[in-house]
């Protein structure tokens, strides 16, 4: 059964980059999708960004767009988290999860529920 692992978290000043990095291990990985999700304590989990696994198609929340940036390397089954500019606010705990049959229509990429394989989790601190 395939595992997601996130890594690449941790305690950054406002302004400053961090890249999350999630690996795929324990057998053959081919998602349609990949996304990252986030949860901040006593929120709900909210969509960060996706990509597809085989296409230059990427979606990002409006929150982050222009600082962000997913990428994806198929050969090392991984997918990546660029996160710059950092702000308090995106303080959280980063998830990614594997959407595996197509999307039905685009907006289904924003919810969580939408995806499965979750991973454990890697904590984004921002500091003011």
């Known amino acids: 059964q395939v595992q997601l692992v996130e890594s690449g978290g941790g305690l950054v000043q406002a302004g400053g980059s961090l890249r999350l990095s999630c690996a795929a291990s324990?057998?053959?990985?081919?998602?349609?999708?990949m996304g990252w999700f986030r949860q901040a304590p006593g929120k709900e989990r909210e969509f960060v960004s996706a990509?597809?696994?085989?296409?230059?198609?990427?979606y990002y929340a409006d929150s982050v767009k222009g600082r962000f940036t997913i990428s994806r390397d198929n050969a090392k089954n991984t997918v990546y988290l660029q996160m710059n500019s950092l702000k308090p606010e995106d303080t959280a705990v980063y998830y990614c999860?594997?959407?595996?049959?197509?999307?039905?229509?685009?907006?289904?990429?924003?919810?969580?529920?939408?995806?499965?394989?979750w991973g454990q989790g890697t904590q984004v601190t921002v500091s003011s």
């Open positions: 999860a594997a959407r595996k049959n197509q999307m039905s229509y685009s907006g289904g990429y924003y919810y969580p529920n939408n995806y499965g394989g």
């Open positions: 324990g057998g053959t990985f081919s998602p349609y999708a």
């Open positions: 990509t597809r696994w085989s296409a230059d198609t990427t």
